[in-house]
């Protein structure tokens, strides 16, 4: 038995008894507080029914979902999948230190709180390879066209940058207790002064999406791509990610960030610390990591 008052769905509340009764895959935000929402999923499959709740935390404005959530780390232990959420951020962050730039409100602007404790360090790039590919199949449930994950974690449709993901690890006691997994998707935003590359879900399709259907099929999706991880499915993971793979077999152009040299190659994959493996002429293998290596459009 489960009580609960339905924001979506505002002529409904009550008692549930009977969870089949409910539509497969419907779902629905749960106020408690007015700060703090639990989202909770029903899904009937093979007349079972699972759910799962997490805590979301929607914010007007902050800095960066990310550090918010790194504080709450520092300062007490969230729960499992707890969800940040911003309308606005002064400072977002990506890959390498680079800024983070989204018109408020156009976009979905997040990071979720992962407790991991079975993997190993040296892993970690595993999880990169599971949000990435959960980003990915939930825009493509949206009818998203023509997605690719360009290596490490970008996410690409027909060419144009859509999402960016930020993963920092949370140590404690030298080991891997969790992620804090931050998410950029431009969404309703058509406009990208100085970013040519970049691109957003309006754009390329001309819809108008709702920011909270795709937080749901985001993290959905992210609960499935978990499971692969937990089953420590490490060799199925790589193969899903590398399907989806930006260029891969075919030649491509890099730039060393190193001395800035210009080199040409083809991505063969990825290693299983995550490095970009990239054939060379005369058949030579090389393994570089993000430090060391740019691919270019």
Same mark, same amino acid.
């Given at each position: ?5 339905? /924001? ?15 539509? &497969? ?5 749960? &106020? ?25 935390? @929607? ?29 606005? &951020?002064?400072?977002? /962050?990506? %890959?390498? *230190? ?17 407790? !991991? ?8 790039? +595993? ?22 994950? @360009? ?8 060419? &144009?940058?859509?999402? *960016? !993901?930020?993963?920092?690890?949370? !140590? ?11 998410? *950029?998707?431009?969404?309703? %935003? ?8 970049? *691109?957003?879900?309006?754009? =390329? ?7 909270? $259907? ?24 790589? %193969?899903?990610? $590398? ?19 210009? +080199?040409?190659?083809? =991505? ?17 293998? /090389? $393994? ?10």
């Amino acid at each position: 038995m489960f009580k609960f008052a339905l /924001r979506s769905a505002p002529h409904f509340s009550g008692t549930v008894r009977n969870y089949s009764t409910f539509l &497969q895959s419907e779902a629905y935000y749960v &106020q408690f507080t007015q700060s703090y929402y639990f989202f909770v999923s029903l899904t009937i499959l093979f007349n079972r029914t699972f759910i799962f709740c997490m805590h979301i935390i @929607k914010l007007d404005a902050i800095d960066s979902t990310n550090s918010y959530l790194r504080s709450l780390s520092i300062s007490g232990d969230p729960d499992d999948y707890t969800v940040v959420v911003a309308h606005k &951020q002064t400072k977002g /962050r990506g %890959q390498m *230190g680079t800024a983070w730039v989204s018109v408020p409100g156009k976009n979905l602007t997040f990071s979720v709180y992962k407790k !991991i404790n079975c993997l190993h360090r040296e892993e970690v790039f +595993f999880l990169s390879m599971a949000v990435s590919l959960a980003v990915l199949q939930a825009l493509n449930k949206f009818g998203i066209p023509q997605l690719k994950i @360009k290596w490490p974690n970008d996410i690409l449709s027909a060419h &144009q940058k859509i999402c *960016g !993901i930020l993963i920092e690890s949370v !140590i404690k006691g030298d080991k891997l207790s969790a992620a804090i997994v931050g998410i *950029g998707l431009n969404v309703n %935003q058509t406009g990208f002064e100085a970013l040519p590359s970049a *691109g957003s879900l309006k754009s =390329i399709t001309g819809i108008h999406y709702n920011l909270d $259907e795709l937080l749901n099929g985001i993290i959905t999706e992210l609960k499935q791509c978990e499971k692969m991880i937990v089953d420590r499915k490490f060799e199925l993971l790589k %193969q899903k990610y $590398e399907q989806h793979l930006f260029r891969k077999d075919r030649p491509s152009t890099f730039t060393n960030c190193v001395d800035n040299t210009v +080199f040409m190659g083809f =991505i063969k994959g990825i290693s299983e610390a995550g490095k970009l493996i990239i054939a060379l002429e005369d058949e030579v293998i /090389r $393994e570089c990591d993000l430090k060391e290596v740019k691919l270019m459009y």
